[in-house]
């Protein structure tokens, strides 16, 4: 199984300031053979299931707006909010669609300070 | 637009079968990975497997031994047996649509039903 490791757990970021998350992953999950990283990074607001943000490591999903973004390649990646707003306040997952199992990290919850 | 709704008991008694269905409606149930993932309360999300629409699965080896993901195309439902429950089952069981590779994140997500495992 590949294991997904997010840091840190949480954090409070002041509104309009930068908030970063981090995951790791034990494999890499760069398929050679398109050069995509089978990486998404989900939201979850409490009470609701998760919402798509990001899938290829980097590609957001139609309709996320574009302070969401996220970078990083084979194991190492990251998912940034570039301009924190109240609406943003939520857990926030990593997984990897490369193999399976398919696994997720095991969260990041972001507050606001 | 897809949509996917869960549905069965909220209880189920330790040792007894967890049945949940999930219907979708919106788009057909051709070319896709049809998924259960569940989340503990108050905690991550575990993959539980899938039915492709052709009907073939693939399970999550911690529960393999235990679960039956099927798929009624007639009505464009799919269902999750789980067998043997005991407290470690309670969870949110959400139903989830992956596309095909390279599309093969989870998207959309069910509302998720609450599974109480308890005598």
């Known amino acids: 199984d590949i294991a997904m490791t997010q840091s840190p757990d949480s954090l409070a970021v002041s509104l309009g300031e930068r908030a970063t998350i981090n995951c790791k992953s034990s494999?890499?999950?760069?398929?050679?053979?398109?050069?995509?990283?089978?990486l998404a990074w989900y939201q979850q607001k409490p009470g609701q299931p998760p919402k798509l943000l990001i899938y290829?490591?980097?590609t957001r999903q139609s309709g996320v707006p574009d302070r969401f973004s996220g970078s990083g390649s084979g194991t190492d990646f990251t998912l940034t909010i570039s301009s924190l707003r109240a609406e943003d306040v939520a857990v926030y997952y990593c997984?990897?669609?490369?193999?399976?199992?398919?696994?997720f990290g095991q969260g990041t919850k972001v507050e606001i300070k | 637009q897809v949509q996917l709704q869960e549905s069965g008991p909220g209880l189920v008694k330790p040792s007894e079968t967890l049945s949940l269905t999930c219907n979708v409606s919106?788009?057909?149930?051709?070319?896709?990975?049809w998924t259960w993932i569940r989340q503990p309360p108050g905690r991550g999300l575990e993959w539980i497997g899938y039915?492709?629409?052709?009907?073939?699965?693939n399970y999550n080896p911690s529960l393999k031994n235990r679960v039956t993901i099927s798929l009624d195309t007639s009505k464009t439902q799919f269902s999750l047996k789980l067998t043997s429950v005991t407290a470690a089952d309670t969870a949110v069981y959400y139903c989830?649509?992956?596309?095909?590779?390279?599309?093969?994140?989870?998207?959309?997500w069910g509302q998720g039903i609450l599974v109480t495992v308890s005598s």
């Open positions: 989830v649509r992956e596309g095909l590779r390279p599309y093969n994140w989870f998207d959309p």
């Open positions: 919106g788009d057909s149930i051709s070319n896709y990975y």
């Open positions: 039915v492709h629409s052709i009907g073939s699965t």
């Open positions: 494999q890499s999950v760069l398929f050679s053979s398109n050069n995509k990283n089978y």
């Open positions: 290829w490591a980097s």
């Open positions: 997984q990897q669609h490369y193999s399976i199992p398919r696994t």
